[in-house]
């Protein structure tokens, strides 16, 4: 099975930064990624989808890139509302494994 | 509007098996995809299985041998059952509306304790 690997497990930063994390897959999964964000007492939600693609409603400073083993969630100019945890999922072609978790901070 | 909505019972004794039902809303089981999801209390998220469009389910290969997807159409409500169950298996439990190309809804999740 394709393990997904996240880096860091954590991360603290000021408003206004710029913030990335990271998705390695074990192998390749083409650009059949997502990536949800899970506030602490919520359900995760959606914010981009095959890799590169911002869901429905998620603001522009949140961008996805990559393909193939590497991935990488950037949030330009970071808000106090984007503390919370962030999943790397791999999409399409099960088992749709899920990464440990990046958690985001706010300094 | 799209809802998915969890139910099921809150406690569970050890090497009993978890029945729990999402209850869907605004869209059709023919139509889309129904993953589960579990999360262990200060964990990630763990993918347990799906229930296609057409039927035919996939299942995590760390649960398969535990595990049971099915639904009822008419009803608009997807069942997992789960035997044997352990207290590693306390756990807060999603349905979550699955298109292949991500989760693009949830369930507000159903708690379950695995204890005598």
């Known amino acids: 099975n394709i393990v997904m690997t996240q880096s860091p497990k954590s991360i603290s930063i000021s408003v206004g930064d710029r913030v990335t994390m990271n998705c390695k897959a074990s192998?390749?999964?083409?650009?059949?990624l997502a990536w949800y964000q899970q506030k602490p007492g919520q359900s995760p939600k959606l914010l981009i989808y095959?890799?590169?693609n911002r869901y429905n409603g998620v603001p522009d400073r949140f961008t996805g890139s990559g393909y193939g083993t590497d991935f990488t969630l950037t949030i330009n100019s970071v808000q106090a509302e984007d503390a919370a945890f962030y999943y790397c999922q791999r999409i399409y072609n099960s088992p749709n494994t899920f990464g440990a978790g990046t958690k985001l901070e706010l300094k | 509007q799209v809802q998915l909505k969890e139910s099921g019972p809150g406690l569970v004794q050890p090497s009993q098996t978890l029945s729990l039902t999402c209850t869907v809303s605004?869209?059709?089981?023919?139509?889309?995809?129904v993953s589960w999801v579990r999360q262990p209390p200060g964990k990630g998220l763990e993918w347990m299985g799906v229930i296609w469009t057409g039927g035919s389910t996939a299942y995590n290969s760390l649960l398969k041998s535990r595990l049971s997807i099915s639904r009822d159409i008419s009803k608009s409500q997807v069942f997992l059952k789960m035997n044997s169950l352990q207290t590693e298996d306390t756990a807060t439990y999603y349905c979550?509306?699955?298109?292949?190309?991500?989760?693009?809804?949830w369930g507000q999740g159903a708690s379950v304790t695995v204890s005598s």
């Open positions: 095959y890799a590169s």
């Open positions: 605004g869209f059709s089981l023919t139509s889309y995809h």
């Open positions: 979550a509306r699955d298109n292949n190309w991500g989760m693009d809804a």
């Open positions: 192998q390749s999964v083409y650009n059949n």
